[in-house]
């Protein structure tokens, strides 16, 4: 019996991981990416998921099993369906335009007793409101009844390599029970543990809880952050006592600003959905926005006071930034606020260089200067400003050559250094 067919639509930081874990699961996957550029690389081999090693694509495409490709009618006559494309805001609104064309193209071939599962983040009420209609218009069947289908929201956390896909609960749902089973059969071959709900809207709120959750958090961290330094009080030191209380508190760190493809973007699903059905403000969404989109105005203004009493003006410093990703030991630039952070220093008349070991060149913002983290660059910056804090960055070389430290992730120590 042949194995089962996988299509996995978009091969980015969720698709690819699945694809590639469906594949040592035994299944024959298409990874299908309508970007050439990255079908190109994937064929030959080539990762750009730091989570996807390229011993591991490579052993995958030489099972036969894994297809790259940006063709639809690769799809024919496929069993499992799984959507994975952006779902970004333009203007402040959802954009699910990426949704729509997955489900246009995906749709000639939905078939009867196949499945389609969405993985994209997004609001309550997508899967049905917005990608079945789809599928049914193109395929001339019917959900539930004809073809199955589903939500299973992505927690990847890029870069963790404790939580991976695979050890990591995956929350799965369907349009009847018969979908829910066929989504919960699919995941239980991917991921040790699956945790079935009752509706594909409570799924897709489930994902938003969790992100909702930690973008108010931080938020909340952030202001307590900034007024502390005007009260004077280490929050840093307060956090990790805090930290010690064994139940009721869970820690959350400050820093430049959030960024990537979750934070920013997925609790404004929630806010504009609940302003389209309830014509209500969700409250905590938009402060905690407004709050985390400050920080980088806050970093700026911490290192310009900082080089002043030093006796320099912002304008003609050299100022060198580690880490412009927006995560920790990851390339990803995603909405970083390390770019506005930089462009705001530029902005003033700073000369900004930056180490960044993980970003794709493209991705730098004009007229930052990419350097390696030598002792002759930190000794030649008039600030060096922690901004991403990469392990592989060497702290102790910063803090025994530099003049002044601005660290927004306490990484380092010593009298040269002032923490956000
Ligand atoms: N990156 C994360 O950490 C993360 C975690 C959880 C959930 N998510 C969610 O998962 C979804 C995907 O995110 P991602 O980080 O993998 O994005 P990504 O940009 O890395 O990858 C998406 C891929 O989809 C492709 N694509 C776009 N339209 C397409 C179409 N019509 N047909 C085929 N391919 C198409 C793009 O070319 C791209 O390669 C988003 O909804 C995101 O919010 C991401």
């Known amino acids: 019996m042949s194995a089962e067919k996988l299509v996995v639509i978009g091969q980015g930081y969720v698709g690819l991981p699945l694809a590639i874990r469906a594949v040592e699961a035994g299944l024959d996957v298409v990874g299908l990416d309508v970007d050439g550029d990255r079908i190109k690389r994937l064929a030959s081999g080539e990762s750009f998921v730091e989570d996807i090693s390229t011993d591991r694509l490579g052993r995958a495409l030489s099972t036969g099993r894994y297809r790259p490709s940006t063709e639809y009618p690769d799809a024919e006559g496929f069993d499992i369906c799984v959507i994975t494309v952006p779902t970004p805001l333009r203007d ?10 997955a489900g246009i193209g995906i749709g000639p071939y ?20 917005l990608l079945r209609p789809l599928l049914e218009s193109a395929s001339g069947l019917r959900s539930p009844g004809d073809f199955h289908l589903g939500y299973s929201p992505e927690r990847i956390d890029p870069g963790n390599p404790t939580w991976r896909l695979e050890n990591t609960a995956k929350v799965v749902s369907g349009v009847d029970a018969e979908s829910l089973a066929r989504v919960d059969d699919f995941y239980r071959r991917i991921v040790e543990r699956t945790v079935p709900v009752d509706s594909t809207r409570v799924a897709e709120l489930t994902k938003l809880i969790e992100n909702t959750f930690r973008q108010v958090n931080i938020a909340l961290i952030n202001e307590l952050t ?10 840093w030191q ?3 006592a805090a930290e010690t209380k064994p139940f009721g508190f869970m820690p959350f760190r400050p820093g430049p600003g959030v960024g990537g493809h979750c934070l920013p973007i997925d609790p404004c699903y929630l806010s504009w959905q609940v302003k389209r059905r309830l014509g209500r403000q969700f409250r905590f969404i938009e402060l905690a926005n407004d709050v985390n989109h400050e920080m980088p105005e806050h970093v700026t203004q911490r290192v310009m006071a900082g080089l002043n009493r030093r006796g320099r003006a912002i304008s003609g410093s050299r100022l060198l930034l580690l880490g412009l990703a927006y995560k920790r030991n990851t390339g990803d630039m995603r909405d970083s606020p390390a770019v506005d952070v930089a462009q705001r220093l530029q902005a003033l008349g700073a000369e900004v260089r930056a180490v960044e070991p993980y970003a794709e060149p493209h991705h730098i913002p004009g007229g930052v200067a990419v350097v390696s983290l030598t002792e002759r660059e930190v000794r030649e910056a008039d600030a060096v400003i922690v901004v991403t804090d990469h392990d592989v960055f060497d702290y102790d070389l910063v803090t025994r050559h530099a003049r002044y430290v601005f660290d927004s992730r306490n990484r380092c120590a010593g009298d040269v250094v002032e923490r956000l």
Not at 92 to 101: A, H, I, K, N, R
Not at 110 to 129: A, H
């Open 226 to 235: 900034m007024l502390s330094h005007h009260l004077e009080i280490d929050v």
């Open 92 to 101: 402040g609104t959802p954009d699910l335009s990426f949704v729509e064309q």
């Open 110 to 129: 939905v078939r009867p007793g196949c499945t389609v599962v969405l993985e994209s983040t997004t609001y309550p009420g997508t899967t049905e409101e």
């Open 238 to 240: 307060a956090i990790e």
